[in-house]
């Protein structure tokens, strides 16, 4: 069964730009979560889909959002990027809510705003 | 103030000691679950335990074990006879079901030297 798979794996992008990032979950998983991973913050949430729709959003400015296809694959948008939104972006997928369930997650996407 | 807390930033340990990874959490809710994640250089954070906050019976499973302690609200993490493939960071994680998402600790980076 392939894992959860994030692309792509690097992304240098300069600021004022936006970026998409794109989230394949394992099959038949239908919750998709998103964090942000910084050396100083640790691993903070961003949000969660769950069949289309959002189930919970963390604190984060209203340009960073997210979607989620019938298929259950996910996408992050950031918009108008500025240097504190390099980090290590990580998708994480679980079969059910994700509040109770293990996540399982991808390599992550490594933006770098220049 | 931080949901889940592992104070120890960075260990060092010499291959085949054993080592304990501490996690304090703090929450109101009754119902919540408890993980750790292990995050190797590779950069794929993978999944260990969960614990649900019902259960306080302490767990092993081959070299690891955990011990789940309600009354001071900890869920440590021992490693027995480490090994160098255990280098990695170690992540604590409390899910509420009122929440409804991860908080994740900081991390605890595990050196293990042969």
């Known amino acids: 069964k392939a894992g959860v798979t994030q692309t792509p794996r690097y992304l240098i992008k300069t600021r004022g730009q936006q970026v998409t990032l794109s989230c394949s979950p394992i099959s038949g998983h239908r919750s998709v979560s998103w964090y942000q991973q910084t050396p100083g913050q640790g691993l903070q949430f961003l949000f969660e889909?769950?069949?289309?729709?959002?189930?919970n959003k963390g604190n984060f400015p209203g340009r960073f959002s997210g979607r989620q296809f019938s298929n259950s694959r996910s996408e992050m948008n950031v918009s108008t990027l500025e240097l504190g939104d390099s980090a290590l972006y990580l998708c994480?997928?679980?079969?059910?809510?994700?509040?109770?369930?293990?996540?399982?997650f991808g390599n992550g996407t490594r933006l770098t705003v220049t | 103030a931080q949901k889940v807390t592992q104070a120890q930033t960075e260990i060092s340990v010499v291959e085949k000691e054993d080592v304990t990874l501490d996690c304090v959490y703090e929450t109101r809710d009754t119902t919540y679950y408890l993980f750790w994640y292990k995050q190797p250089p590779s950069g794929e954070l993978v999944f260990l335990i969960r614990?649900?906050?019902?259960?306080?019976q302490n767990e092993i499973s081959g070299r690891y074990s955990w011990n789940f302690q309600k009354s001071t609200s900890s869920f440590n993490f021992t490693i027995t006879a480490s090994q160098v493939v255990d280098s990695a960071v170690y992540f604590c994680a409390l899910s509420e079901f009122t929440g409804n998402q991860f908080y994740f600790g900081t991390g605890t980076s595990l050196t293990v030297i042969p």
């Open positions: 614990r649900n906050s019902f259960d306080e």
């Open positions: 889909y769950f069949s289309e729709t959002q189930r």
């Open positions: 994480a997928s679980s079969l059910e809510q994700a509040y109770n369930s293990p996540l399982h």
